[in-house]
């Protein structure tokens, strides 16, 4: 089966009550275990590639990959602009072959936004690609830039029709207290889910996006901790609100920190426990299997999108 936009993925996903995991990916080790995991539990999934991450492994490097792992498993996979910053790289990543952009027009006013928003939204559907918009403003680290919870912004529910409609977006990231990274939480966990139904109330059967929604396994920054490393305070968002949301409008789920934690804590555990090894192959291979079973935990028991492929 060829590369798929997110079109059919959310429609079923909102009439089923379930979410899709967007992973983010950066190598070869992070495709094969998002990927693995995804054949295992036959689940649909998004693979979403930063701005940095195309700096990092180059787009051709990753689009190859992402192929091969298309042929490996036969599912139906999505590849995504993970926070496209402006209409060239979501143009760029059009041009070649992404099959959805998110343009994250966040941090513009609201009529910026519209304008930059819809600029992508013509040149992507012409070409079948899909759209992710943002409204609202999450609080974390995204790439080198870094929002403090005094500049982000809860989404306002009554801007998301107005939106919707004059952009033609077809699915909508809001912030209702997730944020980016590893430390989302100072006290207890608290999202938004009044502003959640408030959305969907208003914009009956529209997918919504959760960014931010790691929930920083303490399993992992234990293990982290354990072998050399340091991550005091590191705090996610509870699955059963993950879980929650996936029942309601929202129809894709962003994980990244997730993954890089079980990633690491597997390398750092591996090296501990073997100073001697300096293949890589033996402490990525670890790495690579942590990866893997992080994502079908999530598929099963967090996004519920598990046989849906
Ligand atoms: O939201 C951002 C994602 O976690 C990607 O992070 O920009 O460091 O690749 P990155
Ligand atoms: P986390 O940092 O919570 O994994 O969020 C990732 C994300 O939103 C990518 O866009
Ligand atoms: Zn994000």
Redesign the pocket.
Known sequence: MPLVNTKEMFRKAYEGGYAIGAF?V?NMEIIQGITEGAKMENAPVILQV????RK?AKHVYLMKMIEAALADTDLPIAVHL??GPDFETCKSCIDGGFTSVMIDGSHYSFEENIALTKKVVDYAHDRGVTVEAELGRLA????DVKVSAEDSSYTRPDEVEEFATRTGCDSLAIAIGTS??AFKFTGEPHLRFDILEEVQKRLPGFPIVL??ASSVIPEYVDMINQFGGSMPGAQGVPENMLRQAAGMAVCKI?I??DLRLAFTALIRKHLVEHPDHFDPRQYLGDARTALRDMVRHKIVHVLGCNGKA
């Open positions: 983010n950066n930063s701005a940095g991450a990092y993970d926070h974390g680290v995204e790439d980016h990274g960014h931010g962003n990244d920190s």
